[in-house]
């Protein structure tokens, strides 16, 4: 059995690749970062839900038209044990996260790197999580 193509210490290729099973697959380097940063705050395995999406599986998915995971800046994943809740004020210790966009559902978290501003979106999303 061939071992998976690591990106970093603790993603593989796999776990970043479209789930459709196309190959699509783009490697941002400060997203991988980041998700090592979560990795390391957390001290737990993260499980990633979806990275990078084929413009056919985005629309499969339902995902925004114009989705991040369409350029590799999305990452929608979960931590064994840790309510969304909890991630979101992980996401936020981490920068690109910060400043880019967070939104909290009830299984996951969505974190992407998008220049597009501080963008806070989910059903379970309120300010009172900034606290």
Not at 111 to 117: C, E, P
Request: charged share 20%; aromatic share 8%; with cysteine.
């Amino acid at each position: 059995m061939e071992e998976p193509h690591s990106i970093s210490a603790h993603f593989a290729e796999h776990e970043i690749a479209c789930r459709c099973g196309c190959g699509f697959l783009i490697v941002v380097p400060k997203v991988v970062s980041a998700m090592e940063i979560i990795r390391a705050l957390v001290q737990k395995p993260v499980i990633v839900n979806s990275w990078c999406r084929c413009a056919k599986h985005n629309t499969k998915v339902g995902g925004e038209p114009d989705s991040q995971h369409l350029r590799g800046l999305a990452v929608d994943w979960r931590v064994q044990g840790l309510t969304p809740e909890m991630l979101y004020k992980v996401a936020r210790q981490v920068s690109v996260f910060r400043d880019g966009g967070i939104g909290v559902y009830p299984t996951f978290i969505h974190t992407d790197a998008a220049a597009l501003g501080p963008r806070r979106w989910g059903p379970l999303w309120r300010p009172g999580l900034d606290q």
